[in-house]
């Protein structure tokens, strides 16, 4: 029996980076599940906010990256009428949307499906964390029309929904209605790997380093970082990895640098590559990101895996991190005196200390990310999706290998 056809839409795919999350979502997805699913994916032909189309790629066509196949869509191609015509004549057994609100590569995709009726195979959408009250709250005079208008149409009919929690399904249940089909199934995670030497291992105490890596948008509330720090009076280096996706935002938070004391050092480190990341925070003491809301979280995970506590918002699946020990999890409205608090105390510990708690945070890692009922939930929703018949032992993908990048 042919392996169960996934044909996927993502805004962004291998190999661009700038998107974040989503990105990091499928490629970790293809890699565990590729070898018993066919993934065909449908994305941008270039990065987010470039002009330009990645190099050595052609457009407009399916080729080979890794496990799957993708057809790399240029800007011309990307309307209801192209995207009919691409899934009448690509053989699938799914249609998988990864996002809620994207126009290019969901709402068109759902209206060629629905409207023009371009497949009678189900489809799975994946809200990715839309539906949280904080992502809601930004451009909500747009969000909610929009929502109102896709229902009277009928849009959402049918479809199966991805949660990657429970609280999302719950937020989903809300808003579409408590009979809709709802699936948990978390998001993979990239591999555990071995960590490297701190350069500062064994030296005195120097400044309590701390990193924000994320799109630098109001979701990530890099303001409020700022806003906390300026209130710090250790040491501290403060890094900041991402890309610009929002240069009014950006401007605003460049007032605050501005004004922070002389204790606090802070600098624009540019883009991260995927590849990279878990290298990068593994030479911080804390990442630091008091985000409005996520899905997920890939770089919280990151940071786990990297050893590197967390300094995070009650906004994200990410709880009860100080009974784990492995960082803290605060809600935003307490204010930013409690963030304060915290930071000092991080920055009062010795080296020795931080490389036991560095452990501590890896060993967690190892345990609640890699866990091989992540993989059957995954798997089961395709299977039953396409009609396949689903036992979870059919799936027992080993998490703990290396989840490098797609050979192009």
């Not at 994946?126 to 149409?153: M, T």
């Not at 509330?221 to 700022?226: E, H, P, S």
């Not at 890309?243 to 922070?260: A, G, I, N, R, S």
């Not at 990101?289 to 919280?300: C, D, K």
């Amino acid at each position: 029996m042919p392996k169960p056809t996934i044909l996927t839409f993502v805004h962004w795919y291998w190999p661009g980076y700038k998107g974040g999350g989503p990105i990091r979502t499928i490629l970790n997805m293809v890699d565990v599940l590729g070898d018993d699913l066919e993934f065909r994916i449908v994305t941008s032909d270039r990065d987010l906010k470039d002009k330009a189309p990645y190099a050595g790629i052609a457009a407009d066509s399916w080729q080979r990256v890794g496990k799957a196949r993708v057809h790399y869509t240029s800007s011309g191609k990307q309307g209801i009428l192209n995207w009919a015509h691409l899934i009448q004549n690509t053989p699938h057994d799914v249609v998988y949307l990864n996002s809620l609100f994207d126009l290019a590569f969901t709402f068109r995709p759902l209206l060629a499906c629905k409207l023009m009726e371009a497949t009678k195979n189900p489809i799975i959408i994946a809200p990715r964390g839309e539906l949280s009250p904080g992502a809601i709250s930004l451009k909500r005079w747009k969000k909610v029309p929009f929502l109102q208008i896709a229902k009277r149409l009928g849009l959402y009919r049918n479809i199966v929904w991805q949660a990657t929690t429970e609280d999302e399904g719950e937020l989903i249940r809300r808003q579409f209605g408590v009979n809709v089909k709802v699936a948990v199934a978390g998001n993979l995670p990239r591999t555990i790997v071995d960590l490297p030497p701190r350069s500062d291992a064994g030296v005195p105490r120097g400044p309590l380093r701390i990193a924000f890596l994320s799109r630098i948008s109001r979701n990530k509330n890099l303001d409020y970082a700022l806003r906390v720090l300026s209130g710090a009076r250790s040491a501290i280096q403060f890094d900041i990895w991402g890309p610009l996706e929002d240069p009014v935002y950006w401007e605003e938070c460049q007032t605050f640098m501005e004004v922070l004391r002389a204790n606090v050092k802070v600098q624009y480190c540019g883009l991260a590559k995927p590849t990279n990341v878990i290298g990068i925070l593994s030479n911080y003491d804390l990442l630091f990101l008091p985000t409005r809301g996520e899905n997920y979280g890939h770089v919280i995970a990151e940071a786990f895996s990297a050893g590197t506590p967390v300094l995070i918002s009650d906004t994200t699946p990410w709880r009860n991190l100080q009974a784990e020990g492995v960082g803290w999890d605060l809600p935003l409205d307490a204010g930013e005196h409690t963030f304060v608090k915290v930071i000092e105390e991080s920055g009062q510990m010795i080296p020795a200390n931080r490389e036991v708690w560095r452990k501590r945070v890896q060993d967690f890692a190892q345990k609640r990310l890699y866990d091989p009922n992540l993989v059957s939930a995954n798997f089961g929703l395709f299977l039953r999706a396409s009609g396949r018949p689903c036992r979870a032992e059919d799936k027992a993908t080993t998490l703990g290998r290396d989840l490098g990048d797609p050979a192009l």
